[in-house]
């Protein structure tokens, strides 16, 4: 019986595998050999990726290898196996972003993010399935087929960045990128217990990336571990000419109080993220938020007033900006999309410019709602998904009224993607199906850091002192 989920254990994580290469206890070759042999053994069942590149992989890793032993040392992602979501240009391998439509494209040159794994010394092991134009958040519409989750192949892995989190949760590679316009990374990580971040607006270019809703999309990492995830965001992030909505700032050093603890610390709780929760969600979510407090953490009640305004004002702008985006593509190739994105986008023309532009003008008020929430605490804490994976075949769930998954799916994530607030999901538990559940933690602009902090803290389950020893 094959494994497909890879249990995450202290020896096999970014910095484990870091430490064993710089020690010589393993190579880069050998990693990557036994990544490209899971792919071939589980692939046929998760279709997790789309595109391998084995041939570039073991080059790459065998270049890390001569680059370590000559003590030339890129960082901890030196000479790990990572993959990228396939919306993103690697040059000169297929791209096809999950559509018939670019099945043969090419891509004449790296994304920014691309580029900086390269040169953070990572081996890349190929492109991971998109749902069709990173357009909803099941991972069931591909030209390739649906992704399947590996805690349970019945059930969804999430979207858009469904290959992402089913190949990291399945031990194909220790990392992968993924986009994020609604909730794209948390989403797939919360549904398969690993690690997902959607850093703040401008910390990471998309350049070189699809494009799908220009003023919600951002570019995020997924792991199989907290510290693993700081390190992969702490290779790709920083200002790109290319996008000019990338911010400079100071540089920044992501794991710097990741062993610190939390006591002492504040957890905001806002009651509207938890009015329709699936029992079982809830139930996960008062477990971890039960564990912080006995770490120390002080757990407080906070509003973030008008959440469901906030939820149709991004629904608003994604579905405009998406329809906008693949206009074109829609007039010319609409035959060959998937049913479900196809209607999507035709659904979205219903929406008024008037309508677009208020939408548009709530932001600022939006952002200054989780601002004023998180003026009092360090984080917010919230469920990353109404729900557990559902089944593929399931279309609407209940939660007190009908609800269609893919709302449940996107309702709690989507809000940030809109103001902008850095947010991570992280597991906290699994339902009574063994599908995993998720904890998403929200941070101030900028504070990616104290997000890693919690999370490590959560992870490890260790109270720590301040000065980061554990006790």
Not at 414 to 439: E, K
Request: with cysteine; aromatic share 4%.
């Amino acid at each position: 019986m094959l494994e497909l989920v890879r249990r995450r254990s202290d020896d096999d994580t970014i910095s484990a595998r870091a430490a064993q290469l710089r020690a010589g206890l393993t190579t880069s070759e050998e990693l990557t050999r036994a990544a490209l042999e899971r792919i071939d053994e589980l692939n046929p069942v998760l279709n997790a990726v789309t595109t391998a590149t084995p041939e570039l992989a073991l080059a790459a890793a065998r270049l890390a290898d001569r680059e370590l032993r000559a003590g030339q040392d890129r960082g901890p992602l030196h000479g790990i196996p990572v993959g990228v979501k396939d919306v993103a240009d690697v040059r000169g391998v297929r791209t096809t972003m999950g559509s018939a439509v670019f099945q043969d494209y090419v891509a004449p040159r790296d994304a920014t993010v691309v580029g900086k794994l390269r040169r953070a010394g990572a081996v890349l092991l190929g492109m991971l399935h998109s749902q069709e134009l990173a357009f909803g958040a099941t991972g069931l519409d591909s030209f390739s087929g649906p992704a399947r989750n590996p805690h349970d192949v019945d059930r969804i892995t999430g979207g858009s960045s469904s290959g992402p989190a089913a190949a990291v949760a399945a031990g194909i590679c220790f990392g992968a990128v993924g986009t994020d316009t609604g909730g794209s990374v948390r989403i797939p990580a919360a549904l398969c217990g690993v690690v997902g971040i959607k850093p703040t607006a401008g910390r990471t270019s998309r350049a070189g990336m699809l494009p799908l809703a220009w003023s919600l999309d951002h570019v995020g990492v997924i792991t199989r571990d907290v510290a693993g995830n700081a390190a992969m965001l702490q290779a790709v992030y920083g200002p790109d000419r290319r996008d000019p909505a990338t911010v400079r700032r100071r540089a920044e050093q992501f794991a710097r109080s990741i062993h610190a603890g939390v006591r002492g610390l504040r957890i905001g709780v806002p009651e509207e993220y938890f009015a329709r929760v699936d029992a079982e969600v809830a139930a996960a979510l008062e477990d971890a938020l039960n564990r912080w407090k006995a770490m120390g953490c002080a757990i407080v009640a906070v509003r973030i007033a008008d959440l469901d305004r906030i939820v149709e004002a991004q629904r608003t702008v994604l579905a405009v900006e998406a329809q906008t985006t693949n206009a074109e593509l829609l007039a010319a190739h609409g035959q060959l999309l998937q049913d479900t994105v196809r209607r999507r986008l035709q659904d979205a023309t219903k929406w008024t410019a008037g309508e677009y532009a208020l939408a548009s003008a709530y932001r600022s008020t939006a952002r200054q709602t989780y601002d004023t929430a998180l003026a009092e605490v360090d984080v917010l804490v919230t469920p990353t998904t109404a729900i557990p994976a559902p089944r593929a075949d399931e279309t609407e769930v209940t939660i007190g009224s009908p609800e269609p998954v893919q709302s449940a799916l996107t309702r709690l994530t989507g809000p940030t993607n809109f103001t902008g607030h850095p947010s991570l999901s992280m597991p906290c538990g699994q339902a009574g199906t063994g599908a995993p559940i998720g904890v998403q933690i929200i941070g101030r602009y900028w504070g990616e850091a104290m997000l890693y902090r919690f999370a490590h803290a959560l992870e490890s389950g260790v109270e720590q002192h301040p000065n980061g020893q554990s006790r």
